[in-house]
């Protein structure tokens, strides 16, 4: 597996325990809906969220949010709506965007942007 796949399950992998310490609740990770992906659905109350995890071990390319670009938005917008028909239960939907650094397979600095795009 290339280092940057590799990279991309370690991120994924620590955002999931970090919204479980935040007592959210993790509906699905890598859902799928045709070509497009979701990495995180998870939940909070009676609120559906949709996450796009980012994580990058320099920042020689820039943040790693700043890869969730209009086009990785649209994706998730249209996967987003996939899903909110098969399960339309929730009070609100939002995206959410985790953005992790890593130094040495370490955290370096997580951050969360809850309601980062509609």
């Known amino acids: ?31 799928r809906f045709g070509k497009k ?10 609120t559906l969220i ?11 390319f820039g ?3 700043e890869a969730v670009d209009t086009k990785k938005q649209s994706f998730m917008k249209i996967a987003a709506d996939a899903y ?12 959410d965007v985790i953005s992790i650094i890593l130094e040495k397979d370490a955290v370096k600095e997580i951050v969360h942007f809850e309601d980062a795009f509609y």
Request: no cysteine.
């Open 1 to 31: 597996m290339s280092k940057h796949n590799e990279t991309g399950i370690k991120g994924e992998q620590i955002a999931i325990k970090f919204l479980l310490k935040k007592s959210y609740t993790i509906l699905h990770s890598n859902w």
């Open 37 to 46: 992906e979701i990495d995180i659905i998870a939940k909070d109350n009676n």
């Open 50 to 60: 949709f996450i796009e995890v980012k994580t990058r071990r320099s920042l020689n």
């Open 63 to 65: 943040y790693p949010e």
């Open 84 to 95: 909110s028909i098969d399960n339309p239960d929730y009070d609100a939907l939002r995206f």
